[in-house]
């Protein structure tokens, strides 16, 4: 059974970082995408960053510059660094994988197959 976990989240104040981890089990994903979403109060749920399997990396615009994502496949689990975290960005963060190899970026949410159960992020003013 594949599972993703997510750590990490928690309050921070604006201007602060945090690191988020997504730690996978019941396979591997070297091969694969991995991506963070995340979605806020009556929001959908939006791409924030993703990671190819040559570790290759893609972001949303509004986080370019601010966040960092990684991955240790030794470990199965991927990062998303946040520094910089201003007020728009507080919400539940999802970590997501991929079944299988793409050799494109996958932004969508309908092209992962796994996901965790989220982590919120709080940020004060």
């Known amino acids: 059974q594949v599972q993703l976990v997510e750590s990490g989240g928690g309050l921070v104040q604006a201007g602060g970082s945090l690191r988020l981890s997504c730690a996978a089990s019941?396979?591997?994903?070297?091969?694969?995408?991995m991506g963070w979403f995340r979605q806020a109060p009556g929001k959908e749920r939006e791409f924030v960053a993703t990671i190819m399997w040559n570790g290759n990396t893609y972001y949303q615009d509004s986080v370019k510059g601010r966040f960092t994502i990684s991955r240790d496949n030794a470990k199965n689990t991927t990062y998303l660094q946040m520094t910089s975290l201003n007020p728009e960005d507080p919400a539940v963060y999802y970590c997501?994988?991929?079944?299988?190899?793409?050799?494109?970026?996958?932004?969508?949410?309908?092209?992962?197959?796994?996901w965790g159960q989220g982590t919120q992020v709080t940020v004060s003013s």
């Open positions: 019941g396979r591997t994903f070297s091969s694969s995408a």
């Open positions: 997501a994988a991929a079944r299988s190899y793409s050799r494109y970026y996958r932004t969508d949410p309908t092209g992962y197959d796994y």
